[in-house]
């Protein structure tokens, strides 16, 4: 399973960016996935997952109402929008994908995950 992470970027306060993560068609069509993130000298944490049972999204409280994750199955990629965004975004993202149902809502780190190269975003005051 090959995943590959991008637009991460430096921006200002308030502003906005559009990861994307493009993986293999099988992956998106019976996997969950998800994004992760993790700050500097922070532990990894679940940002947003798409079950793999009903496709329903799920946001960790830092992203409800700011960050919104879609899935283009035509080009096999899902993304991540992130808005209003705050020096405390800053950090590398990270996009994951796993055939099990235990992965989300929870955002349980089960056996077989795999994960893209994160990418860097950078918030400025």
């Known amino acids: 399973v090959q995943l590959q992470a991008s637009g991460g970027g430096l921006v200002q306060a308030g502003e906005s960016l559009r990861l994307s993560c493009s993986i293999s068609?099988?992956?998106?069509?019976?996997?969950?996935v998800g994004w992760f993130r993790q700050p500097p000298g922070k532990e990894r944490e679940g940002i947003s997952c798409m079950s793999r049972l009903d496709r329903s999204r799920r946001y960790a409280d830092s992203a409800k109402g700011r960050f919104t994750l879609s899935k283009d199955n035509a080009q096999n990629t899902v993304f991540l929008q992130l808005n209003n965004l705050t020096p405390d975004d800053t950090a590398v993202y990270y996009c994951a994908a796993v055939d099990s149902v235990r992965f989300c809502p929870g955002f349980n780190l089960v056996g077989g995950m795999s994960w893209g190269k994160g990418t860097l975003v950078t918030v400025s005051s």
């Open positions: 068609q099988e992956t998106l069509d019976y996997y969950a």
